[in-house]
Nanobody, 120 residues
């Protein structure tokens, strides 16, 4: 069973950049697709971006397409979410998820989350 640990969150000013990391252990990370979700205060957890198991396909919600990059390094069992020019409304707990191909993320493995706070 793969386990995931996110890091890289913190307080960042609007317009700056940060990179979140998701380190996997205990499973065959390279066999899983990876996604990032976020939960803003008082809201549901929502999908942000995903990357296929070998990294050849990526998916983004429209609101982040030009500012966010998801990537992975299977040799390091790590996935990343590079966020450029974050906005205050993107303050949220960010979670990574790993799931086998063609599997709903709801049935994947979640990390514990990392808090991102964007100040105006």
């Amino acid at each position: 069973q793969v386990q995931l640990v996110e890091s890289g969150g913190g307080l960042v000013a609007a317009g700056e950049s940060l990179r979140l990391s998701c380190v996997a252990s205990g499973g065959s990370f390279s066999n899983f697709g990876v996604a990032w979700f976020r939960r803003a205060p008082g809201k549901e957890r929502v999908f942000v971006a995903a990357i296929s198991w070998i990294g050849d396909h990526t998916y983004y919600i429209d609101s982040v397409k030009d500012r966010v990059t998801i990537s992975r390094d299977n040799a390091k069992n790590t996935a990343y979410l590079q966020m450029n020019n974050p906005q205050p409304e993107e303050t949220a707990v960010y979670y990574c998820n790993a799931a086998p191909p063609h599997t709903d993320w709801a049935f994947g493995t979640w990390g514990q989350g990392t808090q991102v706070t964007v100040s105006s």
